[in-house]
């Protein structure tokens, strides 16, 4: 009897030196305890196994749990075998898969057994319960989730794909903060939400568990939220951006947010057209509108400038600066120009851009003019021909004139072709030719005398039917005015006379080359002056060997304008009929006096042939 009395005693004196290790009394313990517990104090319960491993070895769980209360318990359910012992203090958990752990008495504790503990919705517990979170805080994780509390929110429960959305904020440090509702389910297509203190996680099958939240939050609730235009967020806020903005993915659109222009929409191709440029660290910025509707087109206002979208043009923006500026002054989309068909592009050193009724075309001196688009398309292959307009684009009777700094030209819509705006009228003639109207041409002398005082003179040194001058490019008069760089005048001259092929008999083009070149080239005339008279001139030459070729070349054009029933001059050993073959600067270019000598035989024959 004594033996077992000291077991006795022994036994109890630890048990008063462990409660002793805890706050309040071993008195109070006993006091509190219900008659199973004061029982246990009589005879404890054991502790064993891998939950007595967990309570012998960790002076923090023995402090925390005080004395055991119950036997272990084990079962065998849907979470599978473990065992639980309770204490004072709280429980010790153990399963195979998740080892022995710490739920200490408490709110997580409680909302544990409230479900079912180990046998509900949790599980068992991976993680010993943690306290002295943020505002006084504590949380746990199971199986299948954690339990989460604060004074100010209570016991939460968060799992699956929205716990690990809330984990990627910063659990209850982060934005987020700690949950205040559990998990809500029945939104559309199967979606599900939880609220947190600064925000929701917002969850669908089609997009995945996403924190909704702050500026861009407040947008999408405006929208109608996941049942509104841009649907379910399809990606966490994306914070950082250029000048402290943050921006969020949804599936139908783009909420983006900065301090100095809030938080805007941008949905379809205008949110496209954005991203292409650089989004907000492109040119265009941030949005500072929502998208505008019109009746054909949608426009929205950014930083930099203003995209534009139809069905037919496509999002094109003006971004700030005197082409946008100009383009508002006429009324933006709505006014003369219509919607923009292009970007703002380089050119020439200005800036050029295309809508639907003309261009704008801006020149460092000059400003920002409108352009019509046939002119332009001659304009942008040689700016340097023309210069920069100086005035908006004009109509009149005889077309649309633009005024460039080199030139003024005239588009019209009749013959589809541009021109140079000089006037002329029956007395004029026009000549296009080479350098034999250099000086006081032997053609222009001859042309006054028949009766035509008023001349308008396109001579570039070089050019032929086939061959080509740098002053047009490096292609022949044939396609210098076919491509329109060179320019005659509109309206209807009484005249027009082309002087070439000295230059195509210079280089020995061929036969077949000179008569495609030249038809090419009547023909075009014939368009572009339907009402005048077109005269083919030869090759003027000597009758030495030296211009055999000249000569050759000049019998070649005079028979093919026969042929198409083309009025015609043939200047085969003109220069030796005059009595002017000693009168050249070189192989082939006379003098004045040469020229002087050869426009009366000149003048004679065009009188002939024109039967005055």
């Given at each position: 009897?004594?033996?077992?009395k000291s077991?006795v005693?022994?036994?109890?004196l630890?048990?008063v030196?462990?409660?002793?290790?805890v706050?309040?009394s071993?008195?109070?313990?006993v006091?509190?305890a219900?008659?199973?517990?004061?029982m246990?104090?009589?005879?404890p319960?054991?502790?064993?196994g891998?939950?007595?491993?967990?309570?012998n070895?960790?002076?923090?769980?023995?402090s925390?749990?005080?004395?055991p209360?119950?036997?272990?318990?084990c079962?065998?359910s849907g979470?599978g075998?473990?065992?639980v012992?309770?204490f004072?203090?709280g429980?010790i958990?153990w399963?195979a898969?998740?080892?022995?752990?710490?739920?200490?008495n408490?709110?997580v504790?409680t909302s544990?057994?409230?479900n079912d503990g180990?046998?509900?919705?949790h599980?068992?517990?991976t993680?010993?319960?943690?306290s002295?979170l943020?505002?006084g805080g504590?949380k746990?994780?199971?199986e299948?989730?954690v339990?989460?509390?604060s004074?100010?929110?209570g016991?939460?429960?968060?799992?699956g794909?929205?716990?690990?959305?809330?984990?990627?904020?910063?659990f209850?440090?982060?934005f987020?903060?700690?949950?205040?509702?559990?998990?809500?389910?029945?939104?559309?297509?199967g979606?599900?939400?939880q609220?947190f203190e600064?925000g929701f996680?917002?969850?669908?099958?089609?997009?995945?568990?996403?924190?909704?939240m702050g500026?861009?939050?407040?947008r999408?609730?405006e929208?109608g939220l996941?049942?509104?235009?841009?649907g379910?967020?399809?990606?966490?806020?994306?914070t950082?951006?250029r000048n402290?903005?943050?921006?969020?993915?949804?599936?139908?659109?783009?909420?983006?947010?900065s301090?100095?222009?809030?938080?805007r929409?941008?949905t379809?191709?205008?949110r496209?057209?954005?991203?292409s440029?650089?989004g907000?660290n492109g040119?265009l910025g941030?949005?500072?509108?929502?998208?505008v509707?019109?009746?054909?087109?949608?426009?929205?206002?950014?930083?930099?400038?203003?995209?534009?979208?139809?069905a037919?043009t496509?999002?094109?923006?003006t971004?700030?600066?005197?082409?946008?500026?100009r383009?508002?002054?006429?009324?933006?989309?709505?006014g003369s120009?219509g919607?923009?068909?292009?970007?703002k592009?380089?050119?020439?050193?200005?800036?050029?851009?295309?809508f639907?009724?003309?261009?704008?075309v801006?020149?460092?001196?000059?400003g920002?003019r409108i352009?019509?688009?046939p002119?332009?398309k001659?304009?942008?292959?040689?700016?340097g021909?023309?210069g920069?307009?100086v005035r908006?684009?004009?109509s009149?009777?005889?077309?649309?004139h633009v005024?460039?700094q080199?030139?003024e030209?005239?588009w019209?819509d009749?013959t589809?072709?541009?021109?140079s705006?000089e006037?002329v009228d029956?007395?004029t003639?026009?000549f296009?030719g080479?350098?034999q109207?250099?000086?006081?041409?032997?053609?222009e002398?001859g042309?006054?005398?028949?009766g035509?005082?008023?001349q308008?003179?396109?001579?570039?040194?070089g050019?032929?039917?086939?061959?080509?001058?740098?002053?047009v490019g490096?292609g022949s008069a044939t396609?210098?005015v076919?491509?329109d760089?060179i320019?005659l005048?509109?309206g209807n001259p009484?005249l027009?006379?082309?002087?070439?092929g000295?230059?195509?008999?210079r280089?020995?083009?061929?036969d077949a080359?000179?008569?495609?070149?030249a038809?090419r080239?009547?023909?075009?005339?014939?368009?572009?002056?339907?009402?005048?008279?077109?005269?083919?001139n030869?090759?003027l030459s000597r009758?030495d060997a030296?211009h055999?070729?000249?000569?050759?070349?000049?019998?070649?054009?005079t028979?093919e304008a026969?042929?198409?029933?083309?009025?015609r001059i043939?200047?085969?050993?003109?220069?030796?009929?005059?009595g002017?073959?000693?009168?050249?600067?070189d192989?082939?270019?006379?003098?004045?006096?040469?020229h002087?000598?050869?426009?009366p035989?000149?003048?004679?024959?065009?009188r002939?042939?024109l039967?005055?």
């Amino acid at each position: 009897m004594r033996s077992a009395k000291s077991a006795v005693t022994r036994w109890f004196l630890g048990v008063v030196a462990t409660v002793l290790l805890v706050p309040g009394s071993l008195a109070t313990a006993v006091q509190a305890a219900p008659p199973a517990a004061r029982m246990t104090l009589e005879t404890p319960p054991p502790v064993t196994g891998a939950i007595g491993q967990l309570y012998n070895t960790s002076p923090w769980a023995r402090s925390v749990l005080q004395l055991p209360t119950s036997a272990e318990e084990c079962t065998s359910s849907g979470s599978g075998n473990g065992c639980v012992q309770r204490f004072a203090g709280g429980d010790i958990a153990w399963s195979a898969r998740t080892g022995a752990r710490v739920v200490v008495n408490g709110p997580v504790r409680t909302s544990w057994w409230q479900n079912d503990g180990p046998a509900g919705f949790h599980g068992y517990p991976t993680s010993d319960t943690v306290s002295g979170l943020r505002n006084g805080g504590t949380k746990q994780s199971f199986e299948r989730g954690v339990i989460a509390y604060s004074p100010a929110t209570g016991a939460q429960r968060t799992s699956g794909s929205i716990h690990l959305a809330w984990g990627r904020a910063g659990f209850e440090s982060g934005f987020l903060g700690y949950p205040v509702t559990g998990e809500s389910t029945g939104l559309r297509d199967g979606g599900a939400w939880q609220a947190f203190e600064r925000g929701f996680v917002v969850w669908s099958p089609a997009t995945g568990a996403h924190p909704s939240m702050g500026a861009i939050r407040e947008r999408w609730r405006e929208s109608g939220l996941e049942e509104g235009e841009f649907g379910y967020p399809s990606t966490d806020e994306t914070t950082g951006l250029r000048n402290g903005g943050s921006s969020q993915q949804y599936q139908r659109g783009t909420i983006i947010w900065s301090p100095a222009t809030g938080a805007r929409a941008i949905t379809g191709a205008i949110r496209s057209y954005w991203s292409s440029t650089g989004g907000q660290n492109g040119a265009l910025g941030y949005p500072v509108s929502e998208e505008v509707r019109q009746s054909s087109f949608v426009y929205q206002l950014f930083q930099g400038g203003t995209v534009y979208w139809s069905a037919a043009t496509g999002a094109h923006s003006t971004t700030h600066g005197d082409v946008h500026n100009r383009y508002v002054s006429l009324g933006g989309a709505a006014g003369s120009l219509g919607l923009p068909l292009t970007d703002k592009l380089p050119r020439a050193g200005g800036l050029v851009q295309q809508f639907a009724n003309g261009w704008l075309v801006w020149g460092p001196a000059t400003g920002a003019r409108i352009v019509g688009h046939p002119t332009y398309k001659v304009w942008s292959v040689n700016p340097g021909e023309f210069g920069w307009p100086v005035r908006d684009t004009w109509s009149d009777g005889r077309g649309d004139h633009v005024a460039f700094q080199k030139v003024e030209t005239i588009w019209n819509d009749v013959t589809q072709e541009l021109y140079s705006a000089e006037a002329v009228d029956a007395s004029t003639v026009v000549f296009l030719g080479d350098s034999q109207l250099d000086m006081d041409s032997w053609g222009e002398q001859g042309a006054r005398a028949a009766g035509y005082p008023r001349q308008v003179v396109r001579s570039i040194g070089g050019i032929g039917y086939v061959s080509g001058s740098p002053a047009v490019g490096g292609g022949s008069a044939t396609d210098a005015v076919l491509q329109d760089r060179i320019l005659l005048p509109q309206g209807n001259p009484g005249l027009v006379v082309v002087t070439l092929g000295g230059n195509d008999a210079r280089i020995g083009a061929t036969d077949a080359a000179i008569l495609s070149q030249a038809n090419r080239l009547w023909d075009e005339l014939r368009r572009k002056y339907p009402r005048s008279t077109i005269l083919v001139n030869g090759v003027l030459s000597r009758y030495d060997a030296s211009h055999a070729q000249r000569r050759w070349v000049d019998g070649l054009v005079t028979r093919e304008a026969a042929l198409r029933g083309w009025p015609r001059i043939s200047m085969s050993g003109t220069a030796t009929i005059a009595g002017a073959a000693g009168d050249y600067l070189d192989g082939a270019h006379m003098n004045q006096t040469g020229h002087n000598k050869v426009a009366p035989l000149y003048a004679s024959a065009l009188r002939y042939v024109l039967g005055k």
